[in-house]
């Protein structure tokens, strides 16, 4: 992954409280991956130990459409709900913005082949259909 390297996720890993805007991001990311528990996501010291260079390989050998991992992108989406990539630049740091940039071309990809709305029959109503997704993307775009 030639946008990050190991000096950048120094950087990361360097807060001993970072700002919230980055640790939301970090816990996207290792829950996109399934590489910690719930209970490890609640807790900053414990995420940061996955901040290293296994992290990248993961990152770049990721693809969507083929790695088993299941992820609810309705729950991945609501954590992020809010934060805009200009957020993340702003209150985060470049490091930090090419991750989120990756979890928001993974949610992109997720929700090509995201159920539509259905209408329940006779109710008139419409009720949206929450799925779990197999996923692992690709980083073409920030790869060279």
Not at 46 to 74: E, Q
Not at 77 to 84: E, M, P, R, T, Y
Not at 91 to 118: A, C, K, N
Request: proline letters at 6%; a negative charge.
């Amino acid at each position: 992954m030639s946008n990050m390297d190991l000096m950048a996720l120094s950087e990361i890993r360097s807060y001993n409280e970072p700002p919230p805007i980055i640790a939301t991001v970090i816990q996207v990311v290792l829950e996109v991956l399934g590489l910690c528990s719930q209970e490890e996501l609640q807790e900053w010291n414990r995420m940061k130990s996955y901040v290293n260079g296994d992290l990248l390989k993961r990152l770049s050998a990721f693809d969507p459409l083929t790695t088993p991992a299941a992820t609810d992108i309705h729950k991945i989406s609501d954590k992020l709900k809010g934060i805009a990539a200009e957020d993340v630049l702003k209150g985060g740091s470049l490091p930090t913005f090419v991750l989120y940039q990756w979890v928001m071309d993974v949610l992109s990809i997720l929700r090509v082949g995201e159920p539509h709305v259905s209408q329940a029959s006779g109710s008139g109503r419409s009720t949206e259909k929450k799925t779990t997704y197999s996923i692992k993307p690709t980083l073409s775009s920030i790869q060279e």
